[in-house]
């Protein structure tokens, strides 16, 4: 196998599947599949198009808060963003260890001369306040909506884990050499070496939370491109007749985008039907297989139009897999992520 592939198909890639099929046969388990296929069967398509076109609109939004995080250092073109960042989501729906990220820093780079390092320290800063908003939206909807024991644990854990998160962020921003000192004490281990290195690599992105304008904006157009695409979830369960209220469509929105944090098969298989049932686990009138059902279209509809959309852009813009798998793949890929093409 050409070594350029090697991170693409490498043993933590195959975990990852692993993962999505154990999620999916917990999820589905004593499920009913004729039952599922007949919900799906009596699907109504105006909604799913406005679903569609609602879900493009939230990804608009982001492209604004990439270029919004981008903006201390360059102003990039709408044009330029939008195709990086759908590529980049189509990668992470039919590339294995969501190598879409390194597509998005491999175009971004190639057609606006960003440093891999600030493209990449902008995404981890995007998956945060993805993050903030998901915990807020749920701790939300928690006062509106029953929710069960097993999601309540859920959100305390990824609470706790977003608190030392942000604590080592904010750190890394206005304390970045000390911070990586302190991280190379406190991991005086083989292999940990490297830790300091990347974080040293990521510290040009990161230092955007110096920023309260930055910040403060952000964290609005990501809220605002979580409502949206909650629409896009509320348009999905009225195109099957689904009868929840709003308030447990963001719960739903909340909890299954959180359980896609858990690494798993291109698209989030499993962890996104898994995420979906334990959202709606509370509500009694309906079934697994009702619940199961709205998952599957809905997981449709968030992937399948990205993945044909960003296909054709891939073409156009003529990526090449091995040059994205290479900047993940070789022994010195964090040093050149530091620099552009």
């Known amino acids: 196998m050409n070594k350029n592939y090697r991170y693409l198909f490498s043993w933590k890639s195959w975990f990852t599947f692993l993962v999505s099929l154990v ?26 198009l406005a679903a569609i076109a609602v879900y493009f609109l939230g990804v608009l939004i982001r ?42 820093v491999y175009l971004l780079s190639k057609f606006e001369g960003v440093s891999k390092s600030l493209s990449l320290g902008t995404i981890l800063i995007e998956r945060f306040m993805d993050a903030i908003v998901m915990l807020a939206i749920a701790f939300g909807t928690s006062f509106l909506v029953s929710m069960s024991r097993d999601a309540s644990h859920v959100m305390l854990t990824v609470a706790l ?9 904010i750190s890394l921003a206005y304390m970045p050499y000390s911070t990586i000192i302190f991280i190379s004490r406190l991991f005086p281990i083989r292999g940990f070496d ?28 990501s809220s605002l491109s979580w409502m949206i695409e909650g629409i896009t979830y509320w348009l999905v369960a009225k195109s099957i007749d689904f009868d929840i209220s709003f308030s447990y469509v963001l719960l739903t929105l909340a909890v299954a985008n ?28 309906l079934s697994k297989e009702a619940i199961l059902g709205y998952a599957f279209l809905l997981h449709v509809v968030l992937v399948v139009p990205v993945i044909l959309v960003g296909t054709l852009l891939w073409f156009l813009l003529g990526v090449r897999l091995s040059v994205v798998s290479s900047l993940a793949t070789r022994k010195d890929a964090v040093v050149d992520l530091s620099g552009g093409e």
């Open 161 to 169: 884990l977003l608190l030392v998160a942000m604590l080592f962020l």
């Open 23 to 48: 999620f999916l046969g917990l999820a589905f388990r004593s499920v009913d599949v004729r039952h599922v296929l007949s919900i799906l069967s009596n699907t109504r398509y105006p909604e799913i």
């Open 194 to 221: 490297r830790i300091g290195e990347i974080c040293t690599r990521f510290i040009s992105g990161v230092k955007i939370l110096r920023s309260p304008r930055i910040v403060v904006g952000g964290l609005i157009l």
């Open 63 to 104: 492209v604004f808060r990439w270029g919004l995080l981008l903006s201390p250092y360059k102003r990039c073109s709408i044009k330029n963003l939008f195709s990086s960042l759908t590529v980049g989501y189509m990668g992470n729906d039919v590339l294995p260890a969501r190598a879409g990220e390194f597509v998005r």
């Open 258 to 285: 959180l359980f896609t944090l858990i690494p798993a098969a291109p698209g989030y298989i499993g962890t996104f039907e898994a995420g979906v049932l334990l959202a709606l686990s509370s509500v009694s009138f």
